[in-house]
């Protein structure tokens, strides 16, 4: 079992900077491909981000590549979120989540363990 607390969210002006946290605890934490998904207000969650177990290997959404980037502390057993260069439709619910599965990372699906999300809003 792993527990997840996300941290970081807030509000930033178009062109802003926000890091978000992502605080894992319980079973091992470096037994999960961790990523990062979103949803927008009266849209479909989507998948933003997503590191391998051993961190050798990261997959970015088309929409936030060269923009967001992520990065873990396996001492600390925290993933995070840099999210540069932020635009108004990067506003959401940004959720962080854990897989066992290691493969198809990008599918919400493929994820065993969700935290509850923080609230990102990119005012223009």
């Known amino acids: 079992q792993v527990r997840l607390v996300e941290s970081g969210g807030g509000l930033v002006q178009a062109g802003g900077s926000l890091r978000l946290s992502c605080a894992a605890s319980?079973?091992?934490?470096?037994?999960?491909?961790m990523g990062w998904f979103r949803r927008a207000p009266g849209k479909e969650r989507e998948f933003v981000v997503a590191i391998s177990r051993t961190g050798g290997a990261k997959y970015y959404a088309d929409s936030v590549k060269d923009r967001f980037t992520i990065s873990t502390d396996n001492a600390k057993n925290i993933v995070y979120l840099q999210m540069n260069s932020l635009k108004p439709e990067d506003t959401a619910v940004y959720y962080c989540?854990?897989?066992?599965?290691?493969?198809?990372?990008?599918?919400?699906?493929?994820?065993?363990?969700w935290g509850q999300g923080t609230q990102v809003t990119v005012s223009s």
């Open positions: 319980g079973s091992t934490y470096s037994r999960y491909a």
């Open positions: 989540s854990a897989s066992t599965q290691g493969s198809r990372l990008s599918f919400a699906a493929s994820y065993n363990y």
